[in-house]
Structures are given as structure tokens and as C-alpha cells.
Nanobody
Framework: QVQLVESGGGLVQPGGSLRLSCATSGIIVSAINTMGWYRQAPGKERELVATVSSGGDTKYADSVKGRFTASREVARNVVMMYLQMTTLKPEDTAVYYC????????????WGQGTLVTVSS
């Protein structure tokens, strides 16, 4: 069973930085299509923040371009995904989720439990 576990959330002041991590288990790197970070702010729908393709290409939401950097690391066939967040703003406050789309079965996806990021002075 594929599992994703996020970590690294917390309280940070505006302008600060934070690094989120997503640890995968139960899947090998060659079976992964794309991974991504999503977030859901209170009272709002979940939105895409960034994606990392199997080839390492990244895409970002306009709201985080230039401030957030997503990356993926593979060690001994274990995949970790990171989200380096800088120049954080109060509007970045949300629960951040890790998402994984395997190559097979198609149209399937796995979610982590989420980690809360609060940007406040």
C-alpha cells in the first residue's frame, strides 16, 4: 500500500521560510508518474501549488512562482519530495498535502494526511 507522510509544517512569521518534506513508502520510483504539492486554506478549495514530473520538471502556481521550490530526491529507491518555501505571506497559510500519481493504475492518486503551515506575526 502506497503511503505519503508530510512533515515540516509550523508557525512562521511573514517573510520567513519553511521546508516541507513528503516521504513515500510502498512504491518504487519507476512506478511514479508525477508528484505534487497542494494546499487548502480555511474555507477554500484545495489548490495546486507545484508538481514534479518523473523527469524532474517542475511547474508552479502563479501565486508561488519565484518563492517556492519543489524538488524530488531518490535514495535507495525511496522517493522524497520537498517544498522549500521562502518569503512566506499570510495568504500562504493552509494545510499542505503531498500527492502522488502512479503510472498504474491510471487515473489513480494517493494523498498524504497534510501538514499545517501558519504564516502570522
Amino acid at each position: 500500500q502506497v503511503q505519503l507522510v508530510e512533515s515540516g509544517g509550523g508557525l512562521v512569521q511573514p517573510g520567513g521560510s519553511l521546508r516541507l518534506s513528503c516521504a513515500t513508502s510502498g512504491i518504487i520510483v519507476s512506478a511514479i508518474n508525477t508528484m505534487g504539492w497542494y494546499r487548502q486554506a480555511p474555507g477554500k478549495e484545495r489548490e495546486l501549488v507545484a508538481t514534479v514530473s518523473s523527469g524532474g520538471d517542475t511547474k508552479y502556481a502563479d501565486s508561488v512562482k519565484g518563492r517556492f521550490t519543489a524538488s524530488r530526491e531518490v535514495a535507495r529507491n525511496v522517493v522524497m519530495m520537498y517544498l522549500q518555501m521562502t518569503t512566506l505571506k499570510p495568504e500562504d497559510t493552509a494545510v499542505y498535502y503531498c500527492n502522488l500519481k502512479p503510472i498504474y493504475p491510471t487515473n489513480s492518486e494517493v494523498w498524504g494526511q497534510g501538514t499545517l503551515v501558519t504564516v502570522s506575526s
